[in-house]
């Protein structure tokens, strides 16, 4: 995926690529906790509107806490989709939640993966 920001352009690759049979794709960033920084956030902002785009969704993984972290309201950070989930199945739930919380839909998937046209993506 192809990341526009105000001062630059960069190239970004999900951790995981999900997709259903309805054509739904769903960006799968993996976090640990600590990793939840003012910079992060930031460019997880970048990445969500890139990947809206693009026609798919952008979701950031928090596995190993239930709970979200208190943090400080800002209301640029509230489009980006974060989960938080204390073990495996609630980190499933999150993904299948996010994936079919967007409207079906086949986006072209050359747009992710302009770098390797062969590359496919895994099924739900």
């Given at each position: 995926?192809?990341?526009k920001s105000q001062d630059m352009v960069?190239?970004?690759?999900?951790?995981?690529?999900?997709?259903?049979?309805?054509?739904?794709?769903?960006?799968?960033?993996?976090?640990?906790?600590?990793?939840?920084?003012?910079?992060?956030?930031?460019?997880?902002?970048?990445?969500d509107r890139s990947a809206r785009d693009?026609?798919?969704?952008?979701?950031?993984?928090?596995?190993?806490?239930?709970?979200?972290?208190?943090?400080?309201?800002?209301?640029?950070?509230?489009?980006?989709?974060?989960?938080?989930?204390?073990?495996?199945?609630g980190m499933t739930q999150a993904v299948?939640?996010?994936?079919?919380?967007?409207?079906?839909?086949?986006?072209?998937?050359?747009?992710?993966?302009?770098?390797?046209?062969?590359?496919?993506?895994?099924?739900?």
């Amino acid at each position: 995926l192809t990341v526009k920001s105000q001062d630059m352009v960069y190239s970004y690759e999900p951790d995981l690529m999900v997709s259903d049979p309805e054509g739904r794709m769903l960006m799968v960033e993996v976090k640990r906790p600590v990793s939840m920084s003012w910079s992060n956030m930031a460019r997880f902002v970048q990445i969500d509107r890139s990947a809206r785009d693009a026609g798919a969704a952008f979701l950031v993984l928090v596995p190993g806490s239930g709970n979200a972290p208190p943090q400080a309201p800002v209301p640029e950070f509230k489009s980006v989709n974060i989960a938080y989930a204390s073990d495996e199945p609630g980190m499933t739930q999150a993904v299948i939640e996010a994936l079919h919380d967007m409207p079906p839909g086949r986006a072209d998937e050359a747009q992710y993966w302009e770098d390797e046209p062969s590359r496919t993506s895994p099924s739900a």
